[in-house]
């Protein structure tokens, strides 16, 4: 109801899950990016576009969940760019419009179990985002930040 959803903000550090070990590196936004979301907005994740600062726009999929460093009362929106970065990009802008919905959120029984839940999540949303509707947001004027 809320999609697409245009959101720009600041990559603060996590709470270490260590996303990036496991290959899946997750941009989180800062508590006030995540305070401005619509509350009713249904937790799980979803697919869309991501481009950080005026660099290119890239595919991603975002996970919306409880965040369990404030003993899961906040929410936590963190974007995983479906794109192999240099470096990192802490304290850059990241900005990212959320097409579509892909699953809720889930506990997996095992790491190998949640690998490869989230490479179907990566794949579901590559093809998703190649459909011309979706590949028209890639272009929106959203994503061409003024100098
Ligand atoms: P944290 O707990 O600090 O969020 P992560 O292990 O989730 O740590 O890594 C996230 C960081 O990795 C991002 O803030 C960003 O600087 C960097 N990064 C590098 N490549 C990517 C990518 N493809 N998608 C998201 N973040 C990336
Ligand atoms: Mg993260």
């Known amino acids: 109801r809320h999609l697409p959803y245009f959101c720009r903000g600041e990559v603060v550090r996590g709470f270490g899950r260590g996303s990036k070990e496991l290959g899946i590196p997750t941009a989180n936004f800062s508590?006030?990016?995540?305070?401005?979301?619509?509350s009713d907005i249904s937790?799980?994740?979803?697919?869309?576009?991501?481009?950080?600062?005026?660099g290119d726009v890239h595919k991603m999929v975002l996970s919306i969940g409880w965040n369990p460093y404030y003993k899961n009362v906040k929410k936590s929106v963190e974007t995983h760019i479906i794109h192999?970065?240099?470096?990192?990009?802490?304290g850059e802008i990241l900005s990212i419009v959320i097409i579509g919905y892909i699953r809720?959120?889930?506990?997996?029984?095992?790491?190998?179990?949640?690998?490869?839940?989230i490479?179907?999540?990566?794949?579901?949303?590559?093809?998703?985002?190649?459909?011309?509707?979706?590949?028209?947001?890639?272009?929106?004027?959203?994503f061409h930040m003024p100098e």
């Open 31 to 38: 508590e006030q990016v995540v305070e401005s979301f619509p």
């Open 43 to 54: 937790t799980g994740i979803y697919y869309g576009w991501a481009c950080v600062g005026n």
């Open 84 to 90: 192999t970065f240099k470096e990192d990009f802490y």
């Open 104 to 117: 809720p959120e889930k506990n997996f029984d095992s790491l190998d179990a949640l690998i490869s839940a």
């Open 119 to 142: 490479q179907d999540d990566v794949e579901e949303a590559n093809r998703k985002l190649d459909l011309p509707e979706h590949l028209k947001l890639k272009e929106d004027n959203f």
